[in-house]
């Protein structure tokens, strides 16, 4: 098992480019490690309002009395795509902001799946 703060190391080791990674816990919006190649990318105010996207639709699936589970979340900016890949306990998610330009969405994917099944 892999802990939060290896979790990012090993992804920005995967993509050199990303604009910014945290693991985040997911009930409190507090991210156990982040990294940013952008100075002005605030990673914290980024996991907080990642944390309401990922709970918003827990009560979504919830109040639609859907018996699935959220695997992952996209959502396609103008330049930007930015991931958030549950656990498998759902107890942490990764958030990934890429440049959709310098990226291929299927790589980051296979990544971000990887680095969370061994998530600590």
Do not use: C, W
Request: hydrophobic residues 45%; glycine residues 2%.
């Amino acid at each position: 098992m892999a802990s939060p703060k290896q979790t990012v190391k090993e992804i920005l080791e995967e993509l050199p480019t990303l604009l910014a990674v945290a693991v985040v816990e997911t009930e409190t919006g507090m991210p156990l490690a982040a990294h940013s190649n952008l100075a002005d990318f605030d990673i914290d105010t980024a996991a907080a309002y990642n944390t309401e996207v990922v709970k918003q639709k827990l009560k979504a699936i919830k109040a639609l009395n859907l018996n699935q589970t959220v695997q992952d979340i996209l959502l396609t900016l103008t330049d930007q795509l930015h991931l958030i890949k549950l656990s498998p306990t759902g107890d942490k998610f990764i958030y990934l902001a890429v440049n959709s330009r310098d990226t291929n969405l299927a790589v980051a994917r296979q990544i971000l799946k990887a680095q969370t099944a061994v998530l600590n």
